[in-house]
């Protein structure tokens, strides 16, 4: 899998051409924890956990070269990252 390490780059759209269509990005969030409603200012404060998939042409490869290895666990600083940003996020 070196090999595959030190062809990707992070930085880059994981698609094959300029010209090709939008990633698909599936999006969950699953709230963990309520911390704070206040009705009157129409304020709910929570902590949760974003989950997000995609394919990645980049990492893709023969399980038979590399030892039948079919899932591997890459941190996430290392891939390439959908840009994800929240609205309505009230600035303390």
Known sequence: MNDKKHEYNYLIRPVPSVYSKAIVVE??????LLINVDER?????TNVWLTMKWNDYQLKWNPAEYGNVTHIHVP???????????FNKRMD
């Open 27 to 32: 999006f969950g969030v699953a709230m963990i």
């Open 76 to 86: 996430s600083d290392r891939v390439w990252l959908p840009d994800i940003v929240l």
């Open 41 to 45: 200012n129409q304020i709910l404060q």
